[in-house]
């Protein structure tokens, strides 16, 4: 049974950082792309960072130009966990943070491409 569980959401001021975790069940994470996105009240989803399956010694990266600098996506393939580090928050980034399976190559941050999905983790930047 494919599962996704995020975990590492919450409160923190503007200048913080969290770091989210994705951890997966019922397949080899590092055969499969995983993307994080997120989804602010009244707005759509967004993808917000993706790591490629493994093609040869390295994995492919992508991140959305509002975070790019700031955030930093990352496996664990001992932990079949993949990770979002999130630094420099602004409250912009406020939302609720889902990761998700892709069966694709490459990279992608067009959500219907993806298979399987996380519950989601608030994540609330705010003063």
């Known amino acids: 049974q494919v599962q996704l569980v995020e975990s590492g959401g919450g409160l923190v001021q503007p200048g913080g950082s969290l770091r989210l975790s994705c951890a997966a069940s019922g397949f080899t994470s590092e055969n499969y792309g995983i993307g994080w996105f997120r989804q602010a009240p009244g707005k759509e989803r967004e993808g917000v960072a993706c790591?490629?399956?493994?093609?040869?010694?390295?994995?492919?990266?992508y991140y959305a130009n509002s975070v790019k600098g700031r955030f930093t996506i990352s496996r664990d393939n001992a932990k079949n966990t993949v990770y979002l580090q999130m630094n420099s928050l602004k409250p912009e980034d406020t939302a609720v943070y889902y990761c998700a399976r892709g069966s694709f190559s490459g990279t992608s941050s067009d959500y219907n491409l993806y298979d399987y999905w996380g519950q989601g983790t608030q994540v609330t930047v705010s003063s």
């Open positions: 790591i490629s399956r493994r093609s040869g010694g390295s994995a492919g990266i």
